[in-house]
């Protein structure tokens, strides 16, 4: 019996002293690349892509109800907690986990809280100055020349939306390409790519009106850049915090 115990004990302290060593040596960019896909494979899809979709948890913030230790923290991504919604991940090792936790680490890290941003400016500024629902929706309200923004925080990050803010050429979705056609009569017109053919092509011009065109009857056609301006010369590093603030609060159809 006394063999027993101590053997035990034994078995738990060395369990106690691996954890530490683990997270140690999970800090190569490797291994918080693996962290990375671990969350977005086990946790995302209730926390979000950015960690903040659970009530008063904030993942990517390193903001959790308690303040948890990282051998805590693996030992609830592995082990769930008990009576609550946070379910265990048996399909995780306690070296995943350790990986798990030194990426959220290094999100919260790197962290820029310099510029905090406010919610309800952003939504200020988002529906005034910044005249975005001339070419934006969010429920129903606004614009469909641009993409709709209904939702946009379930698949882009607060860093993806604060670039393409200040470089709204540097990624654009092929559902949301523009174009620009001259007809023979000299009329310029442009606006959202819908469809085209060897022959023919519709848009939705800036008038959010639909145009169709047939290539024959064209003097020049092809794609060109969105209307979308840079907010880095006439926005301030708080108003566009503000802003990236309001857009990472855009949910719709998120699970509650």
């Known amino acids: ?25 999970h800090e190569t960019g490797s291994d918080l690349l693996n962290g990375e896909r671990a969350f977005r494979d086990y946790c995302a ?36 907690i008990p009576n ?12 995943q986990a350790a990986m798990l936790v030194a990426y959220l680490r290094s999100l919260g890290e790197s962290d820029d809280t310099s510029v905090s941003g406010n919610v309800a400016r952003g939504k ?19 614009s469909v020349l641009g993409p709709d923004l209904s939702s946009i925080a379930l698949v882009r990050s607060a860093a993806e939306l604060e670039k393409s803010l200040l470089e709204p050429n540097s990624e654009v979705q092929p559902g ?23 022959f023919t ?4 011009d800036s008038n959010e009106k639909l145009r169709a065109f047939e290539k024959s009857q064209l003097l020049s056609f092809g794609f060109s850049n969105p209307d ?16 990236v603030a309001y857009l990472t609060t855009l949910r719709r159809g998120a699970a509650q």
Not at 87 to 95: G, I, K, L, M, Y
Not at 201 to 204: D, T
């Open 1 to 25: 019996m006394t063999i027993r115990f101590f053997h035990s004990v034994l078995l738990l302290c060395s369990a106690l002293l691996v954890v530490p060593e683990l997270l140690a040596q």
């Open 228 to 243: 979308m301006p840079s907010l880095s010369t006439d926005y301030t590093s708080q108003e566009i915090a503000d802003l």
């Open 201 to 204: 092509i519709q848009m939705l």
């Open 124 to 142: 200020t500024l988002y529906e005034g100055r910044g005249e975005c629902m001339d070419c934006h929706m969010i429920n129903g309200k606004g």
């Open 45 to 80: 899809n209730c926390h979000g892509p950015d960690g903040d979709l659970i009530k008063e948890v904030d993942l990517g913030h390193n903001n959790f109800r308690q303040p948890y230790s990282d051998q805590e923290i693996v030992a609830i991504i592995m082990n769930g």
């Open 84 to 95: 609550t919604p946070m379910p265990a991940t048996p399909r995780v090792s306690e070296e």
């Open 176 to 198: 949301n390409r523009f174009y620009s056609v001259q007809t023979l009569r000299g009329e310029k017109v442009s606006g959202r790519l819908l469809n085209h053919d060897a």
